[in-house]
T-cell receptor, first 115, second 113 residues
Framework: GAGVSQSPSNKVTEKGKDVELRCDPI?????LYWYRQSLGQGLEFLIY????????KSGLPSDRFSAERTGGSVSTLTIQRTQQEDSAVYLC?????????????FGAGSRLTVL | DQQVKQNSPSLSVQEGRISILNCDYT??????FLWYKKYPAEGPTFLIS?????DKNEDGRFTVFLNKSAKHLSLHIVPSQPGDSAVYFC????????????FGTGTLLAVQP
């Protein structure tokens, strides 16, 4: 697509429920990144995909967080047994990652609110 | 461990004047630095970058300066316009295969008409 698409744009859930967030990157972008922005904080790296592989998962905050990417395209971030501290805007970005300045193109984000 | 720091949460300038946004970093291995702008309810958008081997890069009204010895960079916007009002994030790339960006906490710029 022309840009990075994320869905849902807003999600309100109850503590303890599972949520799935979807990212559709720019066509042809092999690199895909998930970040999150909590209130008053910067963008926190979560996970990086190159193709369907995730060589860097170092930012996932706990084992309740997981992500997958299929067909080298769409990615899903899953949060199990959500907690209130999971409330944040989850941002997906994609890039060509061919060296030089790695310019990430971001989606508009998915705002998650855990009650 | 905050590797990229933006110590000014907010900045207010008059339209037509210069805006200077600052950023400090701790990791001397960063190879590129990037600035992003973010409007409410939108994702961050790329503005300008600079390689660690350069000390200045200019693109229209936007100029980024890098002082490696001080581990400091700044973004200058001249002249500032009301449409520039947004949150500005400084980011640094770690290079390597992942080449992920490490972001600062952002500075909210308000340009007063």
């Amino acid at each position: 697509g022309a840009g990075v698409s994320q869905s849902p744009s807003n999600k309100v859930t109850e503590k303890g429920k599972d949520v799935e967030l979807r990212c559709d990157p720019i066509s042809g972008h092999t690199a895909l990144y998930w970040y999150r922005q909590s209130l008053g904080q910067g963008l926190e790296f979560l996970i990086y995909f190159q193709g369907n592989s995730a060589p860097d998962k170092s930012g996932l905050p706990s084992d309740r967080f997981s992500a997958e990417r299929t067909g080298g395209s769409v990615s899903t971030l899953t949060i199990q047994r959500t907690q209130q501290e999971d409330s944040a805007v989850y941002l997906c970005a994609s890039s060509l990652n061919r060296g030089g300045a790695n310019v990430l193109t971001f989606g508009a984000g998915s705002r998650l609110t855990v009650l | 461990d905050q590797q990229v720091k933006q110590n000014s949460p907010s900045l207010s300038v008059q339209e037509g004047r210069i805006s200077i946004l600052n950023c400090d970093y701790t990791n001397s291995m960063f190879d590129y630095f990037l600035w992003y702008k973010k409007y409410p309810a939108e994702g961050p958008t790329f503005l300008i970058s600079i390689s660690s081997i350069k000390d200045k890069n200019e693109d229209g009204r936007f100029t980024v300066f890098l002082n490696k010895s001080a581990k400091h960079l700044s973004l200058h916007i001249v002249p500032s316009q009301p449409g520039d009002s947004a949150v500005y994030f400084c980011a640094a790339s770690v290079g390597g295969a992942t080449n992920k960006l490490i972001f600062g906490t952002g500075t909210l710029l308000a340009v007063q008409p």
